[in-house]
């Protein structure tokens, strides 16, 4: 919302404060994704979801700069760019809204046997 916000901004002052309050909120979701990790997946694999994880996140930093740079490079505005930014995050949320469809149960989170790669 904030990064959508700061493709309005009036001024520079505007657009660093609406950018930092999306960063700050990135944050805190990023602190309910590491748990959703530990709470969705067995122990045994938890390390292994995580670097995936890692991996989806360093992947987008470095993509994200390059597109960054060549929206700005083609159409000489940083507003596109920030759109597509908010674009992106929306989509992420609109993901997860349609695929954790029901809430995590304390049954769930009982240990069980470990799934295998054949299962």
Known sequence: MFT???????SATEA???ISLAM???SVGVAAKWTLITAV???SYCTSLAGLQNFGGY???TVSPIVT????DVTGSFVIALAIGAAMTGLGALVLLVMLKDP?????LL??????LAE
């Open 4 to 10: 959508a916000l700061a493709t309005q901004a009036s």
């Open 16 to 18: 660093v404060l609406l």
């Open 24 to 26: 700050f909120f990135l």
């Open 41 to 43: 997946a067995s122990q």
């Open 59 to 61: 992947l987008g930093g």
């Open 69 to 72: 740079g060549y929206v700005v």
């Open 104 to 108: 995590i149960s304390a049954e769930d």
């Open 111 to 116: 240990p069980g046997p470990v799934a295998t």
